[in-house]
């Protein structure tokens, strides 16, 4: 990789790869039933909190800002200041219709990046690519508006971002694109279920023996049903607690769930209301491995991505057959799985699982097996 030398923010106009929904994203504003702007924990960098604190504003708007934007105990460049919330859990500057009140009077190119972009995530590193971020549901839903794989197309876009600490290089950039072709399109591949497409991935990728000749079953483990170990189930489960407060209220919520009701009954009930399941799964794994740059995230194994993968399609999995009990609507579920996502897709969670389930030992075949079963 070439070295770049610090950081320099220029505007930047190409063709950017991107999911075939992106062209259609559109914020949803006063609509949207878990904005972005409330109760979300957002940090900023120190470049942009001075200025923000240094923007030539009337007194009224100086004061709102001065009071929403607070450094943090123990700052870096990077994560220098945090949004102070309201007692409702709103950001100072989210103003009632869903909007912001620092755009609407100073324009995009002073919000903070996280706030101009999200849900987007463009990154230059290996080439321009630009996806949305499975936390807002406004992507998932489009995701879920047809039963389609996801197809990538070019669109032509500018953003104002950071040069990458390091460019690829041409080969580099080759290497990616390939492998992340061959990910996807396994991960796609409809011919078996899920969970057996994820394995015979772990097998592609860490140069495993073949899945499918491993288990003596060209149509995967999972097409016969898979007993599950309840407590196995129960002590992976306790891996993810006390991580993430958000996603400790899910946990809560669906551990009461599965000690008032069978597994059995909760899976049916969920199957009936959200019937394409499968395909719902695949097209979020896809995006958010897409998202993330995987299996290319920085510093971080390949093995250890992998696991992750595991871990996020688990958790989903775990959290919405228990919470879809008080749900009729895919709406619900939408609700259920992005709020998931503010944590995995927004965190080092996936470094975080990956180092617990090494720590226990969860990393070979028949862990995962097990793990995938539920």
């Known amino acids: 990789m070439q070295q770049n030398k610090g950081f320099v923010r220029n505007r930047i106009k190409a063709d950017f790869l991107a999911p075939d929904y992106y062209k259609d994203f559109k914020c949803k504003g006063s609509d949207c039933r878990d904005s972005c702007c409330v109760d979300w924990?957002?940090?900023i960098s120190m470049s942009q909190y001075f200025l923000l604190h240094g923007l030539n504003v009337d007194k009224e708007l100086k004061e709102k800002i001065d009071r929403t934007f607070r450094p943090l105990l123990n700052p870096s460049q990077e994560r220098y200041a945090e949004i102070v919330h309201t007692y409702r859990g709103n950001c100072p500057l989210h103003k009632d219709d869903g909007y912001c009140l620092l755009h609407e009077r100073c324009g995009e190119e002073v919000l903070p990046w996280v706030c101009r972009y999200y849900p987007r995530g463009p990154k230059i590193n290996f080439q321009p690519e630009v996806s949305c971020a499975n936390s807002c549901e406004k992507t998932l839903e489009l995701l879920f508006a047809s039963n389609d794989t996801i197809k990538f197309e070019i669109?032509?876009?500018e953003f104002m971002m950071n040069n990458p600490r390091s460019k690829a290089t041409d080969s580099e950039t080759?290497?990616?694109?390939?492998?992340?072709?061959?990910?996807?399109?396994?991960?796609?591949?409809?011919?078996?279920?899920?969970?057996?497409?994820?394995?015979?991935?772990r097998s592609f990728l860490l140069s495993k023996e073949n899945y499918l000749s491993e288990v003596g079953n060209e149509s995967?483990?999972?097409?016969?049903?898979?007993?599950?170990?309840?407590e196995f189930i129960a002590d992976y489960v306790s891996l993810f607690t006390g991580l993430y407060p958000r996603l400790d209220e899910q946990l809560t919520e669906a551990s009461v769930v599965y000690e008032n009701n069978k597994y059995e009954e909760l899976l049916d009930s969920f199957n009936l209301i959200v019937t394409n399941q499968e395909v719902f799964f695949e097209k979020m794994l896809v995006n958010d491995l897409f998202f993330k740059q995987f299996p290319y995230q920085v510093n971080f194994p390949v093995e250890g991505q992998v696991l992750a993968l595991v871990a996020t399609y688990f958790l989903l999995r775990y959290i919405s057959i228990a919470l879809m009990k008080n749900q009729n609507n895919i709406e619900g579920f939408i609700d259920?799985?992005?709020?998931?996502?503010?944590?995995?897709?927004?965190?080092v969670f996936d470094r975080q699982i990956a180092n617990l389930m090494r720590e226990k030992n969860l990393i070979d075949h028949n862990s995962l097996i097990k793990i995938l079963s539920f």
């Not at 995967?220 to 309840?230: A, C, L, T, Y």
């Open 220 to 230: 995967g483990v999972f097409k016969k049903r898979v007993d599950i170990d309840e």
């Open 174 to 201: 080759k290497s990616y694109v390939e492998l992340r072709n061959k990910i996807f399109v396994i991960l796609s591949n409809r011919k078996f279920l899920l969970k057996d497409r994820i394995m015979i991935l």
């Open 155 to 157: 669109n032509n876009l």
């Open 41 to 43: 924990k957002v940090t």
């Open 336 to 347: 259920i799985v992005s709020k998931t996502f503010t944590v995995t897709a927004h965190s």
